[in-house]
């Protein structure tokens, strides 16, 4: 079975632009949340999606958006993006929402110049 | 509130055993779990342990709960260079998609 794919793996961008990042879970799993990881804040927790609903919200501005597809491959968008920013965005999937047991992405490394 | 602690640093030569120790702060957790995160990679899911467990073994793997205290600790028996990662525990809670982590412990493992 094929991993959690994320795409694009680097990018950068400087500030004010957006930017949309990718994740294709796990065939057959449903749940897919995303986390920033960053040094000074170790991982944060952003935004989980369940059957295209968005179920639950870490405290993040609302430049921070998500979406999850009918396929539940999901995408994360972040406008005006600031320095503060920069950070790798990892994506996890989930068979339910019942265990909370991740499967995570490689992340999505992003800077902001 | 939602709190999960480890210490940050843990050095071992290679053979030995490794003990990681996590404290959290709710008692309502439903689930423990271990992440290691090699660098330039994603977290891979090691183990986990339910809330009303005591122990949970797996191969080189010990977790031990102690929900009196709040504390999880995971040992890992032989330890080898390829262990060398950062650990996280997390918890999370019944159908509430979302974990929290602590800060991870960077294991260094010596020949």
């Known amino acids: 079975k094929a991993g959690v794919t994320q795409t694009p793996r680097y990018l950068i961008k400087t500030r004010g632009q957006q930017v949309t990042l990718s994740c294709s879970p796990i065939?057959?799993?449903?749940?897919v949340s995303w986390y920033q990881q960053t040094p000074g804040q170790g991982l944060q927790f952003l935004f989980e999606y369940f059957s295209e609903t968005q179920r639950n919200k870490g405290n993040f501005p609302g430049r921070f958006s998500g979406r999850q597809f009918s396929n539940s491959r999901s995408e994360m968008n972040v406008s005006t993006l600031e320095l503060g920013d920069s950070a790798l965005y990892l994506c996890a999937s989930s068979p339910d929402r019942a265990s909370g047991e991740l499967f995570f992405g490689e992340g999505s490394r992003l800077t902001v110049l | 509130g939602e709190d999960v602690e480890q210490s940050l640093f843990l050095s071992v030569r290679e053979g030995d055993s490794s003990v990681i120790n996590c404290t959290y702060t709710d008692s309502s957790s439903t689930y423990l779990y271990w992440y290691k995160q090699e660098p330039g990679a994603g977290l891979q899911l090691l183990t986990y342990?339910?809330?009303?467990?005591d122990m949970k073994q797996d191969q080189r793997l010990t977790v031990l709960l102690n929900k009196k205290d709040k504390h999880l600790s995971l040992r890992i028996a032989d330890t080898q260079t390829g262990d060398s990662a950062i650990y996280f525990c997390?918890?999370?809670?019944?159908?509430?998609?979302?974990?929290?982590f602590g800060d991870g412990t960077t294991l260094t493992v010596k020949p």
């Open positions: 997390a918890e999370t809670y019944h159908n509430a998609g979302k974990s929290t």
């Open positions: 065939s057959g799993h449903r749940s």
């Open positions: 342990i339910f809330s009303n467990m």
